[in-house]
């Protein structure tokens, strides 16, 4: 958080237009984070009420963004590596796990946070 490449990497955005994120399905993954187990992983990304600070919960998606990028950057090599050491069929089904539990929450992360943003510019009008 304290390096000059946090800013960057807190609005990063992979994915900005809102029609693509609904094409490859974020909704329903969205769904499923509500609705599953997974609502249980991380507690600090909630909204509770209106008086909810936005700032913590922005840094808090921030932080859980990062982490899964990373996770998604080094699977993702390695998967790479195991694709040419053992074959490409090992390394896609390396990569399945991997879209789903890193890229997705990702790009689900990513909406969330221009969602938040939005709000927050409301707020200071």
Known sequence: ???????????????????????IGI???????????FKFFNQKIKLENRNTDLTVIRNEM??????????FIFVTI???????????????IMMI???LMNLYPLLLQQENKRRIDKMMKNKKL
């Open 62 to 71: 921030t932080i859980s963004e990062i982490s899964h990028l990373i996770g």
């Open 27 to 37: 909704k329903y993954f969205k769904w499923i984070v509500k609705n599953t187990f």
């Open 1 to 23: 958080m304290k390096t000059a490449y946090y800013k960057k990497l807190s609005n990063l955005n992979f994915i900005k237009s809102k029609s693509l994120n609904k094409k």
């Open 97 to 99: 796990p991997n879209v």
């Open 78 to 92: 390695f998967a790479i590596y195991k694709s040419i050491d053992v074959g490409i069929l090992f390394g896609l």
